[in-house]
């Protein structure tokens, strides 16, 4: 470069653009470099003052136990072939996880049921046999599984809709029974 009449004159441009290119990834990781040390930094300071404050006390979160009730019908000593009841947790936090079928062969396979009812912490139940070997009297007709929320013990309501002998009259004084199982 020389001076001619006061002004600067250049020779060419000052950068070629391959220098150009470099330079601007050189700048490009230095930028890279120095957004990573700051970051490196604020979790750094981050740490330690998280480190010099005081412990909180964590979320405690409801206690959760998994249990089960047992339904009993009772035919009052007829053979009982079709039955439905309705069971409802009245009081405590109760989710149903499942059903199983009763203690008698008749009765042995899952039961039918309502799944709509069970997102109101009730389930409404129905199952039918038309075999010859039916039970009498007293009998598990179903196992129901629950999760339940809370310290709380809950305590259930029991409907017995209708249970039927084999011709398909209803059996008149026929009683339903829940029965609470263990926790696990």
Known sequence: MSPVAGKVQHRGPVFSASRGRACAGLLLMGAIGVVLGLSSVAIVRGQESAASQPASQPASRPAVRFSFVDVYV???????????????????????VGVEGGEHAAFRQPPYYDPA????NRIIIAAFNTGSDLPKGKTRVARIHLQITGERQPEYTIKLDV????????????????????SS
């Open 74 to 96: 009772d035919s009052a000593g007829q053979p009982l072939a079709a039955y439905q009841f309705e069971l409802a947790a009245k009081v405590g936090q109760v989710k149903i």
């Open 117 to 120: 009812a069970l997102a109101r």
């Open 163 to 182: 249970a039927a002998s084999p011709d398909g009259q209803k059996i008149s004084g026929a009683t339903a029974a829940v029965r609470q199982g263990g």
